[in-house]
């Protein structure tokens, strides 16, 4: 196979889709070239990628006015619309609002690859759109105008469940779902979700894990004394953060908490931390990359990883403290119940009570040490066989090498 080209949001360029950086790295082995096109790159230093990837530059996005001008000279984007303004007149005009702009963002992506000697519309190319977002939707109009290319997106969470936006709406998602190739969820859930919105095209959504790296051998290292709790996420309200805190609050048992990541949400929770009782050490280390994190775990002996998020696609934090063998107490939302279970941590309802959480981890404390090594020893076999990335992208590569002989 020829050539891969991958349209992300900001990868290679900061902050975000750090977890790519494991998925790019092992796609470059399957292909004689690969090209990123970042919809939304800063002026920063890219991370660093493979000899045979090429990072793009796309075009300056003109204003939203502008952008929205152009868009009356695209007929094809133009009748997607119209097509598609019943569904969402459903929603109210919010939803129209954001039609118009998310139309007028695909055209502009549409015009950007088709302006681009780079990316040479080949038969030997498959396009992959990172996210089930304008991108995915220009690459189905290509796919439309040009049956004959390879076009495939991943579909995560934000990307994915309806319910999560206000309106409950997302454009365009069963048509480009029906002209892409391929559809590729990164859990069951996501794809069981999507088969009940688009039943007349299971065909097209398929399931291909994530999955992160660990070089390092296993280590069980026995529960420490505090409890050392960690979390990762980034500080914003959809994380609720604040849950764990008010759950230590109940707590009476030493425990060092530390979590990785910062945002908007930071002042406030140290407001609450400073409530916390004396039982409690809290570490904050804010923002970190990959490897940062990665080495965290290496050197630190975390008992417990906490996720208390009210929503989630399948959290890639939670697969590498499972690499490590920590095991996991995370809530039941998203595709979460596909990692965690009671042999590799514990699952909590999506509207918890604080103190159930507190319960857990003054259990964990008195738990006998071979019951918490062997949910350790669970949690990295959980990794191990279904979200090690080097199995996992293989796998992947295959699923694109399939599509590209279709």
Not at 47 to 59: C, F, R
Not at 131 to 157: C, F, N, Q
Not at 179 to 196: A, F, H, P, V
Not at 335 to 359: H, I, M, W
């Amino acid at each position: 196979m020829k050539s891969l080209v991958i349209f992300t949001s900001r990868f290679p360029y900061p902050p975000g889709e750090e977890f790519l950086m494991n998925e790019v790295d092992e796609l470059a082995k399957y292909f004689t070239s690969v090209q990123i096109l970042p919809m939304n790159h800063v002026n920063a230093p890219k991370k660093q990628v493979p000899k045979n990837v090429e990072v793009l530059t796309a075009k300056r996005g003109d204003g939203r006015v502008l952008r929205t001008i152009k868009l009356i000279a695209d007929f094809q984007s133009l009748s997607w619309m119209i097509k598609e303004l019943p569904a969402a007149s459903k929603h109210g005009i919010k939803a129209i609002l954001k039609l118009v702009n998310w139309t007028a963002v695909t055209s502009e992506i549409k015009r950007n690859i088709q302006s681009s000697t780079l990316i040479p519309l080949e038969d030997e190319t498959v396009f992959y759109s990172y996210w089930l977002t304008p991108s995915a939707t220009a690459l189905a109009m290509l796919k439309e105008k040009y049956p004959d290319i390879k076009a495939v997106s991943r579909v995560h969470g934000g990307d994915l469940y309806l319910e999560r936006h206000s309106p409950a709406y997302l454009p365009f998602q069963g048509k480009v779902i029906r002209t892409l190739d391929q559809t590729i969820s990164i859990s069951e859930n996501g794809r069981e979700y999507l088969n009940k919105l688009h039943p007349d095209v299971k065909k097209k959504i398929s399931v291909s894990r994530l999955g992160t790296k660990n070089e390092y051998p296993y280590q069980n290292k026995g529960k420490s004394t505090p409890l050392k709790l960690v979390s990762c996420s980034y500080l914003k309200p959809v994380k609720r953060i604040h849950l764990l805190v008010e759950a230590l609050k109940s707590t009476h048992s030493p425990i060092e908490w530390t979590h990785i990541g910062d945002g908007p949400e930071r002042r406030r929770i140290e407001a609450l931390v400073k409530e916390l009782p004396d039982n409690i050490v809290v570490h904050f280390l804010g923002n970190l990359n990959n490897k940062e994190v990665i080495q965290q775990y290496q050197t630190n002996s975390y008992d417990l990883f906490i996720n208390v998020s009210e929503s989630e696609g399948i959290p890639v934090t939670i697969m590498e403290a499972f690499s490590f063998g920590i095991p996991v107490v995370a809530t039941n939302v998203g595709g979460t119940s596909e990692l965690v279970n009671q042999e590799n941590g514990y699952l909590l309802q999506k509207d918890f009570p604080p103190k159930e959480l507190a319960k857990i981890l003054e259990d964990y404390v008195q738990l006998p040490p071979e019951f918490s090594q062997q949910k350790s020893l669970q949690a990295y076999k959980t990794w191990d066989q279904h979200y090690n990335a080097v199995k996992n992208y293989n796998k992947f590569a295959d699923l694109l090498k399939g599509v590209s002989k279709k």
